[in-house]
């Protein structure tokens, strides 16, 4: 009669040691060995001073006069970290909830700012503003 290697309680202790050591294995090397991968993300703006052009006409430029300068400004007002902010203190979210969505107490987030950056953008179109 042919005897069941699980019976013996020495085959079980191998068994039993080589799953808990390949567990810890697999775990020390999740944990410590291989490479934590962080991500952020960042809004930088510099401000340059006492940077000067000049124009078509020959009088210097302050650099807040650039159509560039004014461009990243205009980023910056539609950028989430600015306009959530003030959507949450003015309670526009709210507001534009009884106006645009009947039912329905406050809009999301998402849909707060891009019902704002649509304000934006038909009022500051740079599109029609003159340089020169």
Known sequence: MHQDPWSNSRWFAIASTVFVLTAAGIWYATTEVLTQ????????????????????????????????????????IQS?????????????????????????????????????QKILSSVLNLGRISWW
């Open 80 to 116: 989430s970290d600015v306009l959530l902010p003030v959507i949450n203190d003015l309670g526009l979210d709210k507001t534009w909830a009884k106006r645009y969505k009947s039912g329905q107490e406050s809009l999301t987030p998402e849909e707060s700012l891009a019902h704002m």
């Open 37 to 76: 991968i962080y991500t952020a993300t960042a809004a930088m703006q510099i401000n340059p001073r006492d940077i000067y052009d000049v124009n078509p006409l020959g009088f210097p430029l302050e650099q807040r006069m650039y159509p560039a300068y004014i461009q990243a400004e205009f980023e910056v």
